[in-house]
């Protein structure tokens, strides 16, 4: 599985963005997907993931993010989105797009830049 992420950029504290990430490849291994991110100087922390689902896919958010960003899909593009609002500058952080796959092999995207400043 490939994966592009994209939608990161400079916001003003308040403000919004959303990060899009499409996968190719063996679209069809997808256990789950997500998003983590990484601030300088932390771990890497996940933000939010869809779990397939037996009829539709469960969201799971960081408690950090709880109210705040929202992960949606859209299947006939093979993407996920994350909609983040009211961003702080907590929130500035290399933004990661991962797949985990039935066989629970990982696959990581390129990562996408936010930075939350006035």
């Known amino acids: 599985v490939q994966l592009q992420a994209s939608g990161g950029g400079l916001v003003q504290p308040g403000g919004s963005l959303r990060l899009s990430c499409v996968a190719s490849g063996d679209v069809w291994t997808i256990k789950e997907i997500g998003w983590y991110r990484q601030a300088p100087g932390k771990q890497r922390e996940l933000v939010a993931k869809?779990?397939?689902?037996?009829?539709?896919?469960?969201?799971d958010y960081a408690d950090s993010a709880k109210g705040q960003f929202t992960i949606s899909e859209d299947h006939t593009k093979n993407a996920v989105y994350l909609q983040m609002n009211n961003l702080t500058p907590e929130d500035t952080a290399v933004y990661y797009c991962?797949?985990?796959?039935?066989?629970?092999?990982?696959?990581w995207g390129q990562g996408t830049q936010v930075t939350v400043s006035s």
């Open positions: 991962y797949v985990k796959a039935w066989n629970e092999n990982e696959y």
């Open positions: 869809l779990t397939s689902g037996s009829v539709t896919n469960h969201a």
